[in-house]
């Protein structure tokens, strides 16, 4: 007989998102039961935001040793190992590996179980010969990453996003698929650790960025030697005796690229399919069968069950999936009605300069508010850190509606994913450029360039006629 458990919450996925979900309902007291197949971390730690991150790290320090001349150093070459290179990124990995592990967990109050989750009904869950009836469900099972239907494609071997980090051996010619964050900012990591590298992207590349932010980056990148093709589609992959034949295609015109690997990278969909939902009621988007149909509050259309992170759709971001968690947690431990606020979560691209964004965009704004909003601009050759540091390629952008309150911010230049944090802070307590020009930055910091922007939006306030007028009266004053 199957036993049968009845815990206050079931976490379907121990990723960062899944994880997130069970230590807050333990530290409410909650029973919880969490289903994993895999390792513990998910994706993120294990295959795809950590290592891609570690890899970028390793080809900043590549950078670094070239580009000594500016500060007096003498340029080198530096000398890349391919196999300590792999070993570095596996011990990022590793250091992290304990605060998801099971130890942990159960440490904590959690159970664990390793198994394969199907629903055998709406209100209930089966894992392996374990059935469970949980009061509430969280579906955090991630996403896995999806694959073109190029001719060739799987006649010869090829990495994903998930696969390139076990790869020990040197990448002479590297063609990447797909022109997104992650594809871009490992095209520039490996064309920094001294891959050849070329991008192919059928439409523009970056398309999730604010334009002006996303040409800053990729002159960078072009610059650096990484050749992106806008708008080429891939239309055959040939496999070789040695090396792979790649023939893309643009404005009519056919090329062939000689490729040593290819990598994947034109993005990701969630895991859903294993796990029954229509037994338990639950339906998909109408417009995108590969994502679930949620409300604001991230319910299913089974009222028992929710869904964060990357199996809840939209942007795939562990900050995101741990920011659903808490909303997810008090919405199903206590029922309080709480909802998203998409304009609180930020996202960066870690290429070289960063680009980040929070809020409202210059595209977003003008749609939505007509003529109701300010864009301000600072420029990093405006900041003194950033020339001390000779990183002074890069703009940060404000946007503000006319009373000075923050809609948004992006940013392209050095440790933007820093700097983004201040007008994250600022749209989630409502703040306006006055608190922007009033905070005092340490000198000389690039977090100086938030006040420069508050400043400046408070200058060109002073030719508001209601302030001209207040100020004439002051001076009639004694």
Not at 115 to 131: I, K, N
Not at 214 to 219: H, T, V, Y
Not at 331 to 340: E, H, M, T, V
Not at 443 to 471: F, H, K, W
């Amino acid at each position: 007989m199957a036993e049968i458990l009845t815990p206050d919450l079931c976490v379907i996925g121990a990723g960062s998102g899944g994880l997130a979900v069970a230590v807050a309902a333990r530290a409410h007291g909650a029973s919880v039961v969490v289903v994993e197949r895999d390792k513990l971390g998910g994706e993120s730690l294990n295959a795809t935001c950590i290592p891609s991150k570690a890899l970028v790290a390793a080809g900043h320090h590549a950078h670094a040793v070239r580009g000594g001349a500016p500060f007096g150093i003498a340029a080198d070459e530096p000398r890349i190992n391919s196999r300590k290179l792999h070993d570095h990124v596996q011990e990022v990995i590793a250091s992290l590996a304990p605060e998801d592990s099971v130890s942990r967990m159960e440490a904590l109050g959690v159970e664990i179980a390793k198994a394969e989750a199907r629903f055998v009904d709406p209100r209930t869950l089966s894992a392996g010969e374990t059935l469970i009836r949980a009061r509430r469900f969280v579906i955090a099972t991630g996403s896995r990453s999806l694959l073109p239907e190029i001719p060739g494609l799987l006649g010869v071997p090829y990495f994903t996003t998930e696969t390139i980090f076990d790869n020990t051996r040197k990448l002479t010619h590297l063609v990447i698929i797909g022109a997104g964050s992650v594809g871009l900012e490992l095209a520039q990591a490996y064309n920094r650790l001294g891959t050849e590298v070329t991008v192919v992207e059928p439409a523009r590349p970056l398309p999730e960025s604010d334009p002006e932010l996303a040409e800053i980056a990729l002159r960078r990148m072009r610059e650096e030697g990484v050749d992106i093709r806008a708008e080429t589609e891939v239309s055959l992959i040939q496999a070789r005796s040695q090396g792979i034949g790649v023939i893309v295609k643009s404005g009519g015109r056919e090329e062939m690229l000689d490729a040593s690997h290819i990598l994947v990278a034109i993005g990701r969909v969630p895991n859903l399919d294993s796990l029954d939902l229509d037994k338990a009621r639950i339906r998909r988007s109408r417009s995108d069968p590969h994502r679930l149909e949620i409300g604001a509050g991230l319910k299913t259309t089974n009222r028992r069950v929710y869904a964060i992170g990357d199996a809840a759709g939209g942007p795939q971001m562990a900050h995101l999936a741990d920011y659903q968690a808490g909303i997810v947690v008090r919405n199903a431990l206590f029922g309080l009605p709480l909802r998203q606020r998409p304009e609180l979560i930020p996202s960066v691209t870690y290429t070289d300069p960063e680009i980040a964004e929070v809020g409202l965009t210059e595209a977003a704004a003008r749609r939505r508010r007509k003529d109701d909003f300010i864009v301000t601009r600072w420029s990093f050759a405006q900041n003194d850190r950033a020339r001390i540091l000779h990183q002074s390629f890069g703009v940060a952008k404000l946007i503000t509606d006319r009373r000075g309150r923050v809609l948004g911010a992006g940013i392209a230049g050095s440790a933007a994913g820093e700097l983004i944090a201040l007008f994250s802070f600022a749209i989630a307590n409502r703040l306006s450029t006055r608190h922007l020009a009033a905070f005092v930055a340490p000198y000389p910091t690039l977090s100086d360039i938030a006040r420069c922007l508050g400043l400046e939006v408070e200058r060109r306030q002073v030719a508001n006629p209601v302030l001209r007028g207040l100020m004439a009266v002051n001076r009639l004053l004694p």
